[in-house]
């Protein structure tokens, strides 16, 4: 399990998005939230922290698509 920490949050109708930092790895990912519902973690390698903020909150307008989640 990731040890990580949320940075900050975007807020659509139904749509949450966190960003979050992986604290042992150094990277930054966004967790995916409909009606409350996770939907997964997407991670951004190599990308800032201001990327993935727009990742979030474009996702949260309806800008970008939902990511496809692998098990």
Request: negative net charge.
């Amino acid at each position: 399990m990731s040890n990580y920490m949320e940075l900050s949050s975007y807020f659509g109708e139904n749509k949450r998005a966190d960003v979050i930092k992986c604290v042992a790895e150094n990277r930054y990912g966004v967790k995916f939230f409909v009606e409350d519902n996770s939907l997964g973690i997407e991670w951004y390698d190599g990308k800032s922290e201001a990327y993935v903020e727009d990742a979030a909150e474009n996702w949260v307008e309806g800008i970008k698509e939902t990511p496809v989640f692998s098990n």
